[in-house]
């Protein structure tokens, strides 16, 4: 089916001759310079996707977290306009909550639910794992897209390790399950881990699990291979920057242009401190002999408010990680252990949740206020300027915007074919 690109009446004419000319010349190249054009003509097309306006729509390894520890936050049905308004096709929430689950039904946006920590328990027992998948997950498939079941959140800390024992039973359970309801083949199973079970994190090719964690590690690993999901992780480097700024330069942890560190054992060069963090855990994981798991982080963000102490929580900072962060998950990174692999990433969180314990950044980590509305300019002109509360969201990247972006870059492309055909023939 031919493609009609509509152009201004007056520029028809000169465009339809450029494009003759250009035609003549492609017919009469030679091979090697029909390979330099090609390369040439690739660049292009990325320049203009990436000036279209409309970055964020081609994303797919990016998602957000939907947290709901708030007594304010809009109904489910204009969260997701506001996913919309991100382009973000995928989230994640911290409980399996119908009104959530119903709302999101052929939305196509696919949901990572959670098991509550004090429900694992309950789920060393098969047939109420059964019951749990019966009554939490089945009613809402295939409309609602759940594509994954994390059992548990953090279960292993500094602070508490009384939950770890009780997540490869549970884990198990679940995904028995689902094998026993037909499900297996769409909804993964996993348990995102904080970076407090690595012992050694730096270099990161010296990373490695703390002894206490390494036989439940090593229990988890096998599981994945065998189920074929990837083992997630929170990755904050807002933590150790606070913890540590004096040391720790600014823009390495924002994914500004910065010196960065080389692996001395590697020699391979991170320029981000996440990178770092996510390869520590490859890394950790094939010395227990499991090369090939993917590491996806679950979690991952910066405050935009903080107590006094709390260095760095500010909305400047809050917008430069995450706008950098979306624009790296755009060029379709991987990390330096694993360059070809496109990372997948969920930022934490959607909203500012003003019911969370803890200090003043803990409830600040949203890219919205709980009214809609942007808790800082993130500087994409995608965004959304509506609040939650609107009936339908209005980009700024309008139809008529999309239209004129379009011929802009249809003309450019096709002068500066003219003009590299010209030079090269």
């Known amino acids: 089916m031919p493609i009609y690109i509509p152009l201004n009446t007056s520029l028809k004419t000169q465009n339809l001759h450029n494009l003759s000319s250009s035609l ?6 030679t091979p090697r310079t029909f390979t330099r054009l090609s390369n040439l003509i690739h660049i292009f097309l990325l320049l203009s996707l990436v000036f279209s306006g409309n970055i964020l729509e081609r994303v797919t390894s990016l998602g957000i977290n939907y947290g709901q520890v708030g007594n304010n936050l809009p109904s489910p049905d204009k969260v997701i306009n506001l996913l919309r308004s991100l ?10 909550n119908p009104q959530i689950l119903s709302a999101f039904a052929n939305s196509n946006i696919e949901i990572i639910v959670t098991i509550e920590n004090q429900v694992l328990p309950l789920l060393q027992d098969p047939q109420q794992a059964i019951q749990w998948v019966n009554s939490r997950i089945r009613p809402y498939v295939p409309a609602t897209r759940i594509t ?3 059992v548990g959140n953090e279960l292993f800390t500094d602070d508490d390790s009384s939950l770890i024992g009780y997540m490869m039973p549970a884990m198990i359970n679940i995904h028995k ?16 881990s904080s970076l407090a079970v690595l012992g050694e994190s730096y270099p990161p090719s010296a990373g490695s699990f703390k002894p206490e964690v390494s036989s439940v590690m090593q229990q988890l690993l096998e599981f994945l291979e065998a189920t074929k999901s990837p083992f997630w992780i929170n990755a904050y480097p807002y933590f150790a920057y606070k913890d540590n700024p004096q040391e720790i330069p600014i823009d ?6 910065n010196i960065g560190m080389t692996d001395p054992n590697t020699r391979l060069h991170y320029d981000n401190m996440m990178y770092a963090q996510v390869d520590a855990v490859a890394f950790a994981a094939a010395k227990l002999g499991y090369r090939n798991i993917e590491v996806r982080v679950a979690e991952t963000g910066w405050p935009s408010k903080g107590d006094v102490g709390e260095i760095g929580a500010s909305p400047m900072n809050a917008a430069t990680y995450n706008r950098n962060l979306m624009m790296r998950q755009f060029a379709g990174e991987g990390t330096p252990a694993r360059r070809n692999a496109r990372l997948d990433v969920y930022i934490f969180a959607l909203f500012n949740e003003d019911m969370k314990p803890g200090p003043t950044s803990e409830k600040n980590y949203g890219i919205f206020r709980p009214d809609g509305s942007l808790a800082y300019n993130l500087g994409f002109s995608t ?10 969201v209005t980009y700024s990247s309008s139809a008529t915007k999309a239209k004129r972006s379009l011929e802009y870059w249809t003309i450019l492309i096709l002068a500066m074919v003219q003009v590299v055909m010209l030079r090269l023939l």
């Open 24 to 29: 003549f010349l492609f017919l009469n190249m």
């Open 87 to 96: 382009r973000i096709t995928k989230t994640r929430i911290y409980d399996t």
């Open 148 to 150: 994954g079941i994390m």
């Open 177 to 192: 399950a689902l094998v026993q309801l037909g499900l297996d083949r769409y909804i993964q199973v996993s348990s995102p």
């Open 252 to 257: 390495y942890v924002l994914f500004n242009r």
């Open 383 to 392: 965004m959304s300027t509506t609040t939650a509360n609107s009936e339908s």
